[in-house]
């Protein structure tokens, strides 16, 4: 994968998750209940994107092309 | 012995553990290196860098405002995860790049970086001063929250003054001694207090008072549902207030000069291996928003008089929990306060030193350079600890207020790193544009249309002028261009 690619994907999967936690896309976490491992609807909503976002960049980085680099100047 | 001696002898002890472990980290090092004192060298690990960019974002602000927020304002709070856990995502494309333009050319702060891109002596001298005055505000929010800590903890017995001057003098100390690797250290040690505080504390006082969680968030959703929501019939903030303040802080996150500097500290594989791990940092605020929430219904808010007091209240005088545990609040909340007055302190050192001084004065030596350094690292204290103790505000308001200002740098630092049309007279009106409009959305105007974040009007305004200006100006030289653009 070029580094563009590379960098282009790293935003596209950045974003999208970013989208669910403001408006309008948490308008789709924005309620109260049901009451999920203990927090409100829209807790949950926040931790559960921001968990997957984790997932999905450490999944992301092992196909990045410059990883191991380590100085270049 | 009573509740407020334990607490006050642990708070001691944890001050002097600080102070060595600051100064400790400098020692065997190059005391006379300028590069040492500004970036460590450029050669901090990646479990230092983690808590350094932890440390400097768990703040006075995490600790007491955020179960302040949770309390008062209910899921308006959430904005403090939601933009912890993004804002430092751009770092893994921007950071690499902005480390070897820095690198290259020796830089430590974010006014070089502008001025080697521009060639403007003036836009380094504006950005050292707005970035000098935004740490001032900072740190007074730091400062203020120790010594309300040391206040409350102590029962009263501490004043004010007292607190913020031992706690923050230490600070000084050892920034002053060791520069960044000192800062970096403490804030390792600071760091892991915080976070075993923040969890231990938090749970148990969700469960001694309502028995879970679950129970807990249940009777609220049962007799007022909008303030688990945003946006609704009595909910405590907008859904356009609360858009554009996260967006705002997520833009404006980087451009602080204590965090846009680490891109020199550190090599791009330590920096992208430092934006993976750091949304785990995000979830360790979630027991103090557990906090504010427990303490719905217990905490009588015309007791408070300030919201921010929430958690030391609810610990001192509701719960009236051994001293013992005072002591770790207390010493957890000083942590998360020290850790980021550190950085702060440094870098508002640095930017005042390369914006301002430097610009004025041409040619310094490196001995001098470093010299001034350290000197401005006690007048800032100075001035921050004058504020603070002459001129107390709400501590969230102050943080909003000092974010605004500095999120103005983000169109000249992305348009450095990647537009090429982009020119001095472009950046500099647009700074200046967007902070005056700032200004006047947060302190002079009753309000902002649609309720848009201050920051984000004057944003908008910022990128009009800083295009428009751009493109009817003369372009820069290519060569100048390519060095930044096109550094791979």
């Given amino acids: 994968m070029s580094k563009r690619t590379f960098n282009t994907l790293y935003i596209v999967i950045g974003i999208i998750p970013f989208l669910m936690l403001i408006f309008p896309g948490f308008e789709l976490g924005n309620r109260a209940t049901p009451i999920i491992m203990g927090l409100p609807f829209s807790f949950f909503w926040v931790l559960l994107w921001i968990v997957i976002t984790f997932i999905a960049l450490i999944t992301l980085y092992r196909l990045d092309p410059e990883k191991d680099e380590e100085e270049d100047v | ?135 001032v505000q900072y740190l007074a929010t730091q400062m203020s929250g120790m010594a309300i800590i040391f206040d409350i903890m102590t029962e009263g017995r501490i004043p004010f003054w007292l607190g913020a001057l031992i706690s923050y003098g230490i600070v000084v100390v050892y920034v002053a001694t060791g520069g960044l690797r000192a800062a970096a250290w403490s804030d390792v040690f600071q760091g892991l207090l915080m976070i075993i505080v923040s969890w231990a504390v938090g749970l148990a006082i969700v469960y001694q008072l309502h028995g879970g969680t679950t129970e807990m968030f249940a009777n609220i959703a049962r007799e007022t549902p909008e303030f688990l929501q945003i946006g609704k019939e009595g909910s405590n903030m907008g859904k356009v207030a609360y858009t554009t303040t996260i967006l705002v802080s997520c833009i404006g996150f980087l451009m602080w000069p204590h965090l846009f500097s680490k891109s020199y500290a550190s090599n791009p594989k330590t920096i992208k291996k430092t934006v993976l791990a750091y949304p785990v940092f995000a979830l360790f605020l979630v027991p103090l928003l557990l906090v504010g929430f427990a303490s719905i219904g217990v905490v009588d808010s015309g007791q408070l008089t300030n919201v921010d007091q929430v958690l030391p209240f609810l610990i001192t005088t509701v719960m009236n929990l051994p001293g013992w545990l005072y002591g770790l609040v207390g010493a957890g909340a000083l942590a998360a306060s020290m850790s980021t007055a550190d950085a702060i302190t440094h870098s508002a050192s640095l930017e005042f030193t390369d914006g301002v001084i430097k610009n004025i004065w041409k040619n310094l030596s490196d001995k001098t350079t470093l010299f001034i350094m350290r000197a401005g690292v006690f007048v800032i204290g100075a001035l921050a600890y004058y504020i603070t103790v002459f001129g107390g505000q709400g501590l969230v308001a102050l943080l909003l207020g000092a974010y605004g200002s500095i999120v103005q740098f983000a169109p000249g630092v992305y348009s450095a790193l990647y537009w090429r049309r982009a020119t001095a007279p472009g950046v500099v009106t647009g700074l200046a544009v967007g902070t005056y409009v700032n200004y006047y959305y947060q302190l002079v105007a009753e309000s902002t249309p649609f309720g848009i974040h201050a920051g984000i009007m004057g944003l908008m305004a910022n990128i009009v002028f800083m295009v428009t200006v751009s493109l009817i100006t003369k372009p820069q030289a290519k060569h100048d261009v390519e060095k930044y653009v096109d550094a791979a």
């Fill in chain 2, 1 to 135: 012995m009573p509740g407020w001696q334990i607490a006050l002898i642990m708070m001691i002890a944890y001050l002097v553990i600080a102070l060595i472990v600051g100064i400790m980290a400098g020692r065997g090092r190059d005391g006379s290196s300028l590069d040492e004192f500004a970036v460590a060298d450029g050669k901090l690990s990646l479990f230092v860098m983690w808590f350094l960019m932890g440390g400097s974002v768990f703040s006075a602000f995490s600790f007491l405002g955020a179960p302040g927020w949770a309390y008062s304002k209910g899921a308006p709070a959430l904005y403090i995860i939601a933009y912890t856990a993004f804002a430092i995502l751009p770092w893994y494309i921007i950071g690499p790049k902005i480390r070897k333009i820095g690198k290259r050319f020796r830089f430590f702060t974010i006014s070089a970086f502008l001025k080697g891109r521009y060639k403007s002596p003036l836009l380094a001298i504006i950005v050292g001063l707005i970035a000098l005055f935004a740490s």
